[in-house]
């Protein structure tokens, strides 16, 4: 007779651990600070230091779900391609057919 604890065991676990980490990243004094990316911390900097004020961009992908949207549509378009020419980048295309026939000496069946 096995004893199929183990995974209850397993379980409780996991579920401990999501537990206890919920609850310090709850009670942690850390402030809200707010990080600096890269466009603040050095490209202003210089902007600055050169005389360029900071302006706002072309295209604002703040607004909505554009950047979400761009994204969507670089995704479709790479999928596509990728898609379309898959023998090709995989070599199970026609020309790999008939390179491992050469390779293997195998003759084309009528």
Request: no cysteine; charged share 25%; net charge positive.
């Amino acid at each position: 007779m096995k004893i199929r604890a183990h995974k209850n065991y397993r379980r409780g676990f996991w579920a401990f651990f999501l537990l206890i980490t919920f609850s310090l990243s709850l009670l942690s004094d850390a402030p809200a600070a707010k990080w600096g990316g890269v466009d603040e911390s050095i490209v202003e900097k210089y902007a600055e230091e050169y005389g360029r004020a900071p302006r706002e961009p072309l295209i604002n992908t703040d607004q909505g779900d554009l950047l979400l949207f761009v994204f969507m549509i670089g995704g479709a378009v790479g999928g596509f391609f990728v898609g379309y020419y898959w023998r090709t980048l995989t070599g199970n295309g026609s020309r790999g057919r008939l390179e491992r026939r050469i390779q293997t000496g195998e003759r084309q069946k009528v």
